[in-house]
């Protein structure tokens, strides 16, 4: 019955000094994750935000991303992974189509305000990286919301749209905690390093995130470029000690 946040928050609770994401010479423990992410959901819940409520996230796969969408779920709401690579128009769709009133961006995501006006909707768009330097004094202990179910929606991910307009998918707390907790096929524990190279808008990224984060093992945040260079790929993975990887594999 516990929600991906809480289940989470457990966790940091458990292990608060084990690392829980690396990126290059960046690392957060537990502790520090949940405290980030902490100050970010109490800046959503001053600006409205709360349960059954979309916040989109324009960012690539890395910290800010990470902290976005665990903020999301802690202030009660859900969140919509947007590859920033993703052409205008289709940006646009999903900004319509989930009815986002908040937009989170990492910086580097050009286009977000332009976005959420050409959509036509009244949008906050908020920069990740600023809250914490902009409002330092926000809380740190995790907030208290309106307890949501376990079946109600935790983040909404869209189909490629390869037969005509895309999906959006809607995942339960629920769905994201059977795959990943006693599941019976793949155990991950707090000594795995879990490789993070997936697009944060594909479903695959939920095994690679909330499998490491709800186990208590180690997230290895891998960029788009990096993988592609399958030297430095296998140099990152054998100097950070990766233990999983998941890959999907495409026969042409």
Not at 147 to 164: D, F, I, L, N, Q
Request: include cysteine; charged fraction near 20%.
């Amino acid at each position: 019955e516990a929600l991906i946040h809480e289940l989470f928050e457990q966790q940091a609770e458990r292990t608060p000094d084990a690392v829980a994401v690396q990126y290059e010479d960046q690392q957060l423990t537990y502790a520090e994750l949940n405290a980030k992410a902490n100050q970010l959901a109490h800046r959503l819940l001053g600006h409205g935000a709360g349960r059954g409520q979309c916040v989109a996230i324009i960012a690539p796969r890395g910290i800010p991303m990470l902290l976005a969408q665990l903020a999301t779920l802690k202030a009660g709401g859900t969140y919509v992974p947007i590859d920033p690579e993703f052409p205008q128009e289709r940006r646009l769709f999903m900004l319509q189509d989930c009815r986002a009133t908040i937009v989170l961006s990492d910086g580097v995501a050009v286009g977000a305000t332009s976005d959420a006006a050409e959509a036509g909707q009244d949008v906050w768009w908020l920069d990740i990286r600023r809250v914490p330097e902009e409002e330092p004094s926000l809380p740190t202990d995790n907030p208290v919301v309106s307890k949501a179910e376990c079946a109600e929606a935790a983040y909404v991910m869209y189909t490629s749209g390869s037969t005509g307009q895309p999906k959006g998918v809607i995942v339960p707390h629920r769905a994201v905690s059977r795959l990943l907790i006693a599941n019976g096929f793949a155990e991950l524990t707090v000594d795995d390093v879990v490789v993070h190279c997936s697009n944060t808008a594909f479903d695959a990224s939920t095994l690679e995130v909330w499998g490491a984060l709800l186990n208590g093992g180690r997230i290895l945040v891998v960029l788009h470029d990096q993988v592609l260079d399958s030297v430095q790929f296998g140099r990152i993975m054998r100097e950070s000690g990766a233990t999983v990887l998941y890959l999907s594999l495409i026969h042409i």
